[in-house]
């Protein structure tokens, strides 16, 4: 946690209230439904979302009686996305825990899932600011579609990197956006603050995939929480997998003949996920993702030069280092 | 068309407004999710619920510019919730068409049901009233709350009548509440109106769930738009099924020795949809729709005597004589 303390800078503290309304949020009458959320909500993944807005929110009036409920708002919608993810995926293992729709199966999960938009559209309604309600309903329309795209896209090779774009704004960008442009908001920031944080989020939630899905190429199964090579299993093309198509468009390039086998298919993964970590693809990605690192940062170059914007800075380093 | 003319009497005409309002819900960029949504929408319901809330809202000031975006966003959310509840159900056919998880799959429908959330969350914030978008949240919560109690308790011959009534308050009564009670607030009506007005959604909506669980086993199928005895089927205890248990608890029950097979299902379900057919539990279970709709006449007591009290009451003998 010592990580954590430095990486939230000012706002680690008020974390903790952002942590209490996440308990409060698991308290409902519904034993079954208690169960689920507890086991959602309690697997501690990193807060980065309530905490970016927190951050944002600092700049002008730092209302925690707003903020908070924003904050964890927008966790709880994150989080319910991941559980709805899960079920479609049908994946075993998230953050090194059990799914809710492999402990608890897949309809009870969907359910679970529509419970907590509900609860984070009623956290946000809480803030009383109809602008950051519609922003945030936006997001989830956005975030929605971007699922949809991802999903019917898989094992389609004609897919092409500006497609990819398109999805990971909507499926992840959007949401960091909103984290952050709803804290501007909430705290009465001018326009042009506004406009900056939800630039700044955007670019670092784009940076936040483009690392995430190199690491689903990299990182060690024990770290991940999940299994390596997941997304090119489940047909879902990545930018690694993108650069490799683009680089050769034959019939021989190993993602093609991996979405084209009948037979073999493990092999054929193994060969796909060889000749992608053997390539040059997953530097190029990285690029990508230090380009994307560097807008959010060039971003916040008109807010106050403070320890929350110095925290924000630090969040972008944080994305492009981490190993999970 | 010529009887819901009459149904809805005042407001009638502006159900006009409410179809073009879903109409531009349709309108969305991404060629699949319009698709889908065409599907979904286009699939002309009775248009009850954003009926009720023009009715609601016509007691003070009638102001279409919010009662049409939260009638709209009543209905949105609906067909969602139908949209989960299908995929859930593995259905095949609803009003007498395909469902969305037949046509497009499951994965593209769980995120079609999470865009309509999203989109009927955005329009409830067109009205700019914190009290109804919180109302709308909640509602959805105790949706979601209610349809996970019908899933759980699945098969489980243990369950009660009170378990039963909890469970469609939440899945059905709240939104018919919530509809009601959500046109008046936002029409500005005194407190004494907006509850009596919610009192009538509720009750009017336990009302209607029953008779859809009765015309599960009576309807025609080809009236109905969907398999008939279907609940029993996937092992959702209604009031009917309820009532049998209640009247007889020992292993012979045929809906006990339905849930208990482990062959000859096909027979056992024959065997329990004719002993609920041909025992009292069915005009029994009427007797119960009757009494929510006695209630629902009563709560419009405090209302001005208006066409549009007349419209309400009107909807309350449509539910008990509806044959689908």
């Known amino acids: 946690m010592v990580a954590q303390t430095s990486l939230f800078g000012p706002v680690q503290d008020d974390m903790v209230l952002v942590e209490a309304a996440l308990d409060r949020v698991r308290a409902v009458e519904y034993p079954p439904l208690a169960k689920m959320l507890d086991h959602v909500l309690g697997a501690s993944g990193k807060r980065m979302r309530p905490a970016i807005t927190l951050l944002a929110g600092s700049f002008h ?12 708002s927008i966790e709880v919608l994150h989080t319910a996305t991941l559980v709805h993810d899960d079920v479609i995926d049908q994946a075993g293992t998230r953050r090194g825990r059990a799914t809710a729709n492999a402990l ?49 896209s898989a094992y389609d090779p004609s ?15 959007s949401l960091f956006a ?44 024990s770290v991940l929480g999940k299994p390596a090579g997941n997304d090119l299993k489940e047909g879902t093309l990545t930018l690694p997998s993108l650069l490799l198509l683009e680089d050769d468009s034959s019939a021989r390039n190993p993602v093609r003949r991996l979405f084209a086998a009948r037979r073999n298919r493990d092999q054929r993964l193994d060969e796909a996920l060889t000749a992608i970590r053997e390539s040059d693809v997953l530097p ?23 320890v929350a914007r110095a925290a924000l800075t630090g969040l972008v380093d944080y994305v492009l280092e981490r190993d999970h």
Not at 61 to 72: C, F, G, H, R
């Open 61 to 72: 009036t730092y209302d925690v009686a707003v903020l908070v409920p924003l904050a964890t």
């Open 104 to 152: 608890f199966n897949n309809a009870p999960s969907v359910f679970l899932g529509d419970f907590m938009f509900a609860h984070s559209a009623e956290l946000v309604a809480r803030t009383g600011n109809i602008r950051v309600i519609r922003l945030f309903a936006q997001t989830l329309m956005r975030m929605a579609t971007g699922e949809l795209q991802q999903d019917i």
């Open 159 to 173: 897919k092409r990197i500006s497609d990819y774009l398109a999805r990971i704004a909507g499926k992840t960008a």
């Open 178 to 221: 909103a984290a952050s442009e709803g804290g501007a908001i909430v705290s009465g920031a001018p326009e042009e603050w506004i406009g900056a944080l939800r630039e700044y989020g955007f670019s670092l939630g784009m940076a936040f995939q483009v690392m995430d899905d190199i690491l689903d190429f990299t990182a060690d199964e």
């Open 284 to 306: 190029r990605a990285r690029r990508r993702a230090e380009e994307f690192a560097a807008t959010a940062r060039a971003s916040l170059a008109p807010l106050p030069d403070t």
